[in-house]
């Protein structure tokens, strides 16, 4: 699971685009907060993640609407969108925010380990119901399941798709040896989806991780 969740996963630009992103996230920020003249950056500059994507990293405060200033925070801005840290409004926001690796290199290896998990996870679950579900063979689920990595990873080299493929077929078989599982797919399918796509992101992102 490692090896192939890791098959899933730069340039620099010039200054004056990265200045323009600085710009940009300023003013989408400020434009957000209650008092938006009141609004203060400091340690505002760009920084590359794990992935290679850019982000806007900084600190913010502004007046809220008694008047007071709430204090610094943290925030990551990317193509228009920001997250501050602390104010998520939903998960998506926190992991965009630890992604960014504005939060630091540990919250974001952690946070790239679990999305990486989270694809790998998915398309594994996706060729075990290939099979149990829609009666396809193993050799199919695992081409099934190739095609989707080449989605999210185009540039996955052809000397590991052989490799991949057989420890694909590998891990379905094993999966259809336990007969309780394969009984619980067909008869609580989202209960033990949720079930085995909890434990394996817990476990995948942990190795992934190094933890």
Partial sequence: ?????????????????????????????SDAMKDPGSTQFKS?????????DSYVCGEVNSKNSYGGYVGFKPFAYKSGKFVIDGSYA???????????SCG?????????ARKQAKNGCKISWEKITDVVLFGN??????????I???NINPNIPNSQIAAIRTSFIDSVAKSLS?????????????????????SCIDNTSKALSGL
Avoid at 104 to 112: D, V
Avoid at 137 to 146: H, V
Avoid at 190 to 195: L, Q, S
């Fill in 1 to 29: 699971m490692k090896s192939f969740v890791l098959a899933l996963c730069i340039f620099s630009l010039p200054f004056s685009v990265l200045a323009n992103d600085i710009e940009s996230a300023k003013s989408i920020i």
């Fill in 44 to 52: 505002v500059r760009t920084v590359k993640n794990l992935l290679g």
């Fill in 90 to 100: 939903a998960p998506d926001e926190l992991e965009f925010f630890s992604i960014s």
């Fill in 104 to 112: 630091g290199k540990e919250l974001e290896k952690m946070a790239t």
């Fill in 137 to 146: 063979s193993p050799e199919k689920a695992a081409d099934n399941a190739i």
């Fill in 148 to 150: 989707k990595i080449k």
């Fill in 178 to 198: 336990d007969k309780d599982f394969v009984q619980s797919v067909k008869a609580e399918t989202k209960v033990t989806e949720r079930a085995f796509m909890s």
